[in-house]
T-cell receptor, first 109, second 117 residues
């Protein structure tokens, strides 16, 4: 089985940096994904880690430590449009994604 | 940029009726998925489909559900006898072969909001 934990809510201000953590327990590991989901919309892909370390993609970076069962998503230079839910998703085996409950980020001016 | 499309965007049905949700995956993708998200809850995996057969399915995907790729472009989810608890947003996703650093990425369609009355 698997278990994925993320904070339920976070708040930040425009221009700031925010780190959203994800911890997991799993019997198999094929990769960890981060998706963004605005209310009522589909998840959109942000980042993917399969090896330990940092992956950088513009304002977004994601870090993975497989030995610790830990990942984080780092968002820099926050903008109002970054207000959304951020979903940590595990590829345990095969190709199915198992999602966490998501972290709702509110960005204020 | 290619994208996954889904129809209809909204579907309202009576309990016990059959519904078919349709998806057109990205054209060169080979792996297809259905997920659902009950309002206020997390995204849940239902089923994956590869090489014209189901490759994985979750406990949610019971005999009430079926998937089909009737032609070269469409991928459908059929719910045979809908229940109130089937009300959710249903997302289709597709994925290509593992090429490059993002090759495992699944791309989601906009979803079909199913309401069972």
């Amino acid at each position: 089985g698997q278990n994925i934990d993320q904070p339920t809510e976070m708040t930040a201000t425009e221009g700031a940096i925010v780190q959203i953590n994800c911890t997991y327990q799993t019997s198999g590991f094929n990769g960890l994904f981060w998706y963004q989901q605005h209310a009522g919309e589909a998840p959109t892909f942000l980042s993917y880690n399969v090896l330990d370390g940092l992956e950088e993609k513009g304002r977004f970076s994601s870090f993975l430590s497989r030995s610790k069962g830990y990942s984080y998503l780092l968002l820099k230079e926050l903008q109002m449009k970054d207000s959304a839910s951020y979903l940590c998703a595990l590829n345990q085996a095969g190709t199915a994604l198992i999602f966490g409950k998501g972290t709702t980020l509110s960005v204020s001016s | 940029e290619p994208e996954v499309t889904q129809t209809p965007s909204h579907q309202v049905t009576q309990m016990g009726q059959e519904v078919i949700l349709r998806c057109v995956p990205i054209s060169n993708h080979l792996y297809f998925y259905w997920y659902r998200q009950i309002l206020g809850q997390k995204v849940e995996f239902l089923v994956s489909f590869y090489n014209n057969e189901i490759s994985e399915k979750s406990e949610i995907f019971d005999d009430q559900f079926s998937v089909e790729r009737p032609d070269g472009s469409n991928f459908t989810l059929k719910i045979r006898s809908t229940k109130l608890e089937d009300s959710a947003m249903y997302f289709c996703a597709s994925r290509g072969e593992r090429e490059g650093p993002w090759g495992d990425t699944q791309y989601f369609g906009p979803g079909t909001r199913l309401t069972v009355l």
